[in-house]
């Protein structure tokens, strides 16, 4: 585990090489950022091993050595999103050094604890927050070091430091034109404290960023060196396959491991209180392959006869009994009284899995005064504080190294699997790795909420809703997550999409009843929204198409006096072909959400078969994410997000049977694959303002809806329930 | 005792026949870059060549190689020189990245096959799941692979 902190100069010299070629002509809305050679690394083991830190460092988060690199640690996690480049893409703006010379390598969380949150409150990854989160903060560093080195070298010329400026790594006296490079300056930079920390940029005073700037991590994620957790390789380590009662909740009663007597290899057979593992010598196979060969048996109590069905009637009953009120505007009963005409419609979005490509897993290394974990988190800070709690040892004595993470959605921040790999060791007292199979990581998630909405709408004589009231039956994530809410308030996720809709409709009341059953629910890319920009688009269509009105020009009269969503709309609809004619069989959808502080607008193309076979083939995104780092990466997360939310929209469901869920592997939990990806154009539009966009998940919620929509402009067939491939499309199907 | 041969180097392999290559390359071998997905064969994540083939290692157990030649992604190349690589660098395809090993892979050995695939042989033959959805540039980058290949 000791591997290089610093990226052959090979790897980076071709890196340099190819960069250049990899910024698209995607963009509108900022200026023509010069396509730059400009290339910073990190090394394919992105954590430090914790036992020294530089000498040459200008203070936790930046060090500088004798040949002008520059070392950025960077706080928050890597899944995929590129914020790895682009908070250090901050740094680099205000401390103005040389982006081509700068390395970047995880921060560490036990450092975290031992120096006061140096790294800020929080090295979390999750809800969109990973840059605009801690955009002020590390502005803040880059500027308070570029200030000390500029005060180094006013001490050591003897001159005031407003005579100095800084850029590209070097200060500059400006009447005498003599310069100072930073690693000349470093090691007193290092011991100044200034007076008052300096002013940050505002975005108007950048040069630097926005700016397309291919990812740092690239390099290793194409030639097998990115270390992910699963990749951590401990001296003498053992594996450990796990199952835990499939029906969360329940108990291991007895498990007989006769069966294994004789097979190579076993350590140890490990009975926690709601799981068993086998532990193995050699290969993670040899343990997964006797774990298979056991046969437990559970207690799961009443929670093992609830099934899909059973929950959607409990749900559905539920729709008329008292409710929370999250919002109210005007009076919708008496505006129903008066409307012209009512709809009503009912729609409902299952339990989805995270399924990130990297099974969760843990390698843990337990001794009587330290601990290490190797794993790919959300949180490395909360990873921490959760394996000191399951291992008994002080958080400062507990060092977790994260890796790059394959995959997280929302799924990798529970520990789940640190505390178990931690219960493992303390029996087999080895380092131990502890890999999920496909099934355990499918039936022991936990789910995005299942949901139902009833919506109903009064329509003035101008076919414009008038009225509109929406009531939410679904379960609690603050409860599984073991957060308190106050009992008379709705929690956000129950409504997010619904109750912060961008529409004026004077008469609007939002309601929510919480029904929570034993099945642990969680943050999914874009919580709440993600299931409730599904049901308010598609039934604002419904409206719409009954009304003989345009569903874009419905929703544009709609947001009217909220220029930023009409332009994110209007976006959308000119550069998706909206209006433009089509074959028959085919049809356009639209759909416009708010998520995380952005706006985010979506046509979808979509042909459907007379067989009933959907194919999407063209989506077009508007997004207006408020301010930009990278341009590049934020169009990256536009285009996968439309892909994670069609797979949802597609195929995503995980359906309930005596307690625990049906799906698996791939092969019953469907994801859409490379012949069923539509082309994707993404059109960035940010509109500044007070408050930054969060990227990494706007661009998920609205898919699902403008395929829906685009599906009924085709076939005439509304569909109000997902996944779409639960439904018959095929002509004459009812 | 089974003797494969890995990226060139000569391998003695003492373990159960019925063990999935992926598990000797990761775990015996020590060759991290190919990837455990789902372990029947659905996603990719574990693509290698075996002969020059592309087959998901997760399903072919180290008992049916002996005398085979294994490459994986540590093999392609020393320097991330390989022209699918230098199209994966110049798309920017990778997030997350941890089933682009076998995406990789996948395509090397598609491109020997299809020199110059359309959309519709691409579709039919790369097959992986990228949970990310990198397809776009993915795609992109299988083009821009075949045009490297072919200068």
């Known amino acids: 585990m000791h591997g290089s902190r610093i990226a052959s100069t090979l790897s980076r010299r071709h890196f340099i090489l190819t960069a250049a070629t990899a910024a698209g002509g995607f963009m509108i809305g900022i200026g023509a950022a010069p396509r730059t050679a400009h290339a910073a690394t990190v090394p394919g083991q992105p954590w430090n091993d914790d036992n020294a830190y530089p000498p040459n460092e200008i203070d936790a988060w930046i060090a500088i050595d004798p040949d002008d690199s520059i070392l950025i640690r960077y706080q928050r996690s890597e899944m995929g999103q590129g914020s790895m480049t682009a908070l250090p893409m901050m740094i680099t703006e205000e401390l103005q050094c040389d982006w081509s010379k700068v390395r970047i390598e995880y921060a560490s969380p036990n450092r975290n604890l031992r120096q006061n949150k140096v790294y800020g409150p929080s090295m979390r990854s999750a809800g969109s927050q990973t840059v605009r989160g801690s955009q002020k903060l590390v502005q803040q560093v880059g500027a308070s070091a570029r200030e000390r080195l500029i005060a180094a070298a006013a001490a050591h010329w003897i001159v005031p430091a407003a005579e100095c400026s800084a850029a590209q790594s070097v200060v500059t006296h400006n009447p005498s034109g003599r310069t100072l490079r930073y690693s000349e300056l470093a090691a007193d930079a290092a011991k100044i404290k200034l007076a008052a920390e300096p002013a940050i940029k505002t975005p108007a005073q950048f040069t630097f960023i926005p700016r397309p700037m291919p990812r740092v991590d690239v390099i290793h994620k194409t030639d097998g060196s990115a270390k992910f957790g699963m990749d951590a390789q401990v001296p003498g380590m053992v594996f450990a396959a796990i199952t835990a009662c499939p029906v969360p909740g329940g108990k291991l009663k007895s498990v007989d491991d006769s069966a294994l007597a004789g097979a190579p290899g076993i350590v140890s057979v490990v009975k926690l209180p709601n799981a068993v593992a086998v532990v193995a010598t050699d290969t993670f196979w040899r343990a997964k392959r006797a774990l298979s060969r056991l046969h437990p048996e559970w207690d799961v109590g009443a929670a093992g006869a609830v099934s899909s069905e059973e929950l959607s009637k409990t749900y559905r009953a539920a729709l008329s009994e008292p409710m929370l009120t999250a919002r109210n505007d005007g009076d919708v009963d008496q505006a129903m009284s008066g409307g012209a005409k009512i709809f009503e419609a009912i729609y409902e979005t299952p339990y989805l899995s995270h399924s990130p490509m990297e099974p969760m897993n843990a390698t843990v290394n337990l001794q009587p005064d330290r601990l290490d974990v190797w794993v790919g988190t959300q949180a490395a800070d909360e990873a921490t504080e959760a394996a000191a709690k399951a291992s008994g040892l002080k958080p400062e004595q507990v060092y977790v190294h994260n890796a790059f993470v394959g995959g997280g959605f929302g799924r990798r921040d529970a520990n789940d699997e640190v505390k178990q790999a931690i219960a493992i060791a303390k029996v087999v007292k080895r380092p131990v790795k502890l890999v999920w199979t496909r099934e355990e990581d499918t039936r022991q998630d936990k789910f995005r909420p299942h949901a139902v909405v009833a919506f109903k709408a009064a329509t003035g004589a101008d076919g414009m809703p008038s009225a509109w009231s929406m009531r939410v039956v679904t379960s609690s994530i603050y409860a599984s997550i073991g957060r308190s809410f106050p009992a008379n308030k709705v929690e956000p996720q129950a409504v997010n999409g619904l109750d912060n809709n961008g529409y004026n409709v004077p008469n609007t009341r939002v309601e929510a009843a919480i029904r929570n059953t034993h099945l642990p629910v969680w943050f999914w890319r874009a919580p709440g929204v993600n299931q409730h920009i599904f049901a308010i688009e598609s039934f604002l269509d419904e409206i719409a198409h009954a009304s003989g009105l345009d569903p874009y020009q419905v929703r544009r009269k709609l947001l009217a006096g909220k220029p930023d969503w009409v332009k994110v709309l209007d976006a959308a609809a000119e550069k998706g072909d909206w209006g433009k004619p089509l074959p028959p069989g085919s049809g356009r959808g639209i759909a416009i959400c708010q998520d995380d502080d952005s706006l985010c607008a979506q046509v979808a193309e979509v042909a459907v078969k007379p067989t009933g076979e959907v194919k999407v083939n063209h989506v077009t995104v508007a997004l207006d994410p408020r301010y930009m780092v990278n341009p590049l990466t934020i169009a990256e997360q536009a285009e996968g997000s439309v892909i994670f939310g069609l797979s949802a929209a597609l195929y995503g469901k995980i359906t309930i049977k005596d307690g625990a869920a049906v799906q698996g592997n791939f092969d019953t939990y469907r994801l859409v694959r490379l012949a069923e990806a539509p082309k994707i154009d993404v059109h960035l539009m940010p509109s500044g303002g007070k408050v930054w966009g969060g990227v990494a998940e706007a661009a998920t919620p609205p898919i699902a809806a403008a395929v829906a929509n685009a599906i009924f402009a085709a076939t005439g067939k509304r569909i109000r329930s997902l996944p779409i491939s639960d439904h018959d499309l095929r002509s004459g199907a009812a | ?151």
Request: net charge negative.
């Open chain 2, 1 to 151: 005792m089974i003797t494969i041969e890995v990226n060139g180097t000569s391998k003695q392999i003492d373990i159960e026949p019925d063990t999935p290559l992926l598990w000797v390359l990761r775990d015996i071998v020590g060759l991290t870059g190919t990837k455990f997905g789902c372990g029947i064969a659905q996603c990719g994540a574990c693509t290698v060549h075996i002969d020059g083939k592309p087959m998901r290692s997760c399903s072919v157990p180290i008992g049916a190689l002996d005398g085979k030649k294994i490459t994986t992604i540590e093999g392609l190349s020393p320097d991330n020189s390989h022209p699918v690589q230098r199209a994966w660098i110049a798309e920017d395809v990778p997030q997350c990245g941890y089933c682009q090993s076998g995406q990789i892979m996948a395509t090397v050995a598609f491109l020997k096959e299809f020199p110059a695939p359309t959309d519709a042989e691409i579709d039919a033959n790369i097959t992986n799941i990228c949970r990310c959805g990198t397809y776009e540039r993915l795609r992109r980058a299988i083009h821009r692979a075949a045009d490297l290949i072919k200068a």
